[in-house]
């Protein structure tokens, strides 16, 4: 393995990055709306005592996993899987992690929107369902990697 086959692409990182946290945010946003709709939830219900959106966030390490394994394809597409690194997934999954903790912060935490929560109810309200998915955006790109390759060997 040579140098440049471990190093990421960090402009191409970013786009999809981007084009990952604006999807899983639309199907998480929707999935919690359906079941929201579903339960008929008053809508003046603050998030973390929401019963839909508390039912929501059990599932949305499993729909980031989909969503950033699938980007992470996007990511290393037109590349050959024998040459996919997994040191190159583990920096890009870093890259994408550090990127993730920004994001979140800043748009969820620092700008006051009506879904913006307080840091203690974003980073502990949250638990532990936040910290899977933290470490889902850490270990996607490294998964793609693995089901690239067995599909290739089966």
Not at 34 to 56: C, F, G, K, Q, W
Not at 92 to 107: K, Q, S
Request: aromatic fraction near 14%.
């Amino acid at each position: 393995m040579n140098a440049e086959r471990a190093a990421i692409k960090p402009l191409r990182a970013a786009w999809v990055f981007l084009l990952a946290y604006l999807t899983i945010t639309v199907v998480a946003t929707a999935f919690s709306v359906a079941i929201e709709s579903r339960m008929h939830v008053p809508e003046d219900t603050a998030p973390l005592s929401n019963p839909a959106y508390l039912l929501a966030e059990k599932f949305f390490p499993l729909l980031n996993l989909f969503v950033w394994v699938g980007f992470a394809g996007l990511y290393f597409r037109k590349r050959i899987v024998n040459s996919l690194s997994t040191r190159e997934a583990w920096l890009l999954g870093a890259v994408w992690l550090g990127l993730a903790l920004v994001v979140d912060y800043v748009g969820f935490v620092l700008i006051k929107n009506p879904i913006s929560l307080s840091p203690h109810d974003f980073y502990i309200g949250q638990a532990p369902w936040i910290y899977l998915i933290y470490a889902v955006v850490l270990v996607s790109p490294w998964v793609y990697c693995k089901l690239a390759a067995r599909s290739v060997t089966t």
